[in-house]
């Protein structure tokens, strides 16, 4: 069983900063997809950025040069700082870890893999 409990969510300003972080426990594997996906009000889930036990990155289009994802192994924790924020950016983010999905662009193309933990997720509202 995993546990994912993200923080750091709020409401900022547009061109502000918020760093989001999560925090994984349970059953951790050494080898891993880890990532951050986003949901706005009507719209689908969308990759955000991730990441994977080699520290490959992979970042969506729309938050390429203004997103960075990064992982502390040792805290078992997943961050996202992210920086010129703007109002696309508003929705639900969650934390989602996978253990059985390689290599880490092709987990990160679909949300749905069954083999995905989920966090319950942190607001973003931009304004």
């Known amino acids: 069983h995993v546990q994912l409990v993200e923080s750091g969510g709020g409401s900022v300003q547009a061109g502000g900063s918020l760093r989001l972080s999560c925090v994984a426990s349970?059953?951790?594997?050494?080898?891993?997809?880890m990532g951050w996906f986003r949901q706005a009000p009507g719209k689908e889930r969308e990759g955000v950025a991730a990441i994977d036990s080699d520290g490959s990155t992979h970042y969506g289009d729309s938050v390429k040069g203004r997103f960075t994802v990064s992982v502390d192994n040792a805290r078992k924790t997943l961050y996202l700082q992210m920086n010129d924020l703007k109002p696309d950016d508003t929705a639900m983010y969650y934390c989602?870890?996978?253990?059985?999905?390689?290599?880490?662009?092709?987990?990160?193309?679909?949300?749905?893999?069954?083999?995905?933990?989920w966090g319950q997720g942190t607001q973003v509202t931009v304004s």
């Open positions: 989602v870890v996978n253990y059985n999905v390689t290599p880490l662009d092709r987990w990160f193309s679909w949300p749905g893999w069954t083999t995905n933990y």
């Open positions: 349970g059953y951790i594997s050494g080898s891993y997809c």
